[in-house]
């Protein structure tokens, strides 16, 4: 449902408005580079903020079977930017790895309890980065 909203508030907004999930839960807007294209890219997320302002983005695409293009940019192109409380921010991309996943999905599901789910019912292993400030 929330992809069907976000896209009509952007057109009732003609894209000034911001996420409507941005109201709900802490979002952000990552500014990235395109794997293929080169060009720059732009995607509303929401975040998880942990400690020394470092970020945590979930590749979960609604729980679509495919990895949002997003996370492919990031892959590709680790350096980006993103817009968060109101200030743009250089940040670094980490991809976290098997050894930590555990861990970093209890943070996550402490934020947003059930969120997994969205791995559960995409039947693929969701992309999480940690974005540190650089």
């Not at 941005?22 to 942990?50: F, N, Q, W, Y």
């Not at 993103?82 to 940040?91: Q, W």
């Not at 970093?104 to 292993?125: A, F, K």
């Amino acid at each position: 449902m929330m992809p069907a909203l976000e896209r009509f508030a952007s057109w009732i907004t003609r894209g000034r408005g911001g996420p409507i999930s941005g109201a709900i839960v802490p979002s952000l807007v990552l500014h990235t580079t395109g794997a293929k294209s080169g060009e720059p890219r732009e995607t509303d997320l929401m975040c998880c903020p942990i400690d020394d302002g470092v970020i945590l983005v979930t590749g979960s695409n609604f729980a679509r079977p495919e990895h949002p293009a997003w996370t492919w940019n990031l892959l590709a192109h680790p350096d980006a930017e993103i817009e968060y409380l109101g200030e743009r921010i250089p940040v670094r991309a980490e991809l976290v790895g098997d050894d930590e996943r555990e861990e970093v999905w209890r943070t996550l599901e402490d934020q947003w309890p059930g969120y997994r789910g969205y791995e559960r019912s995409s039947g693929r292993v969701l992309r999480v980065f940690r974005l540190i400030p650089r």
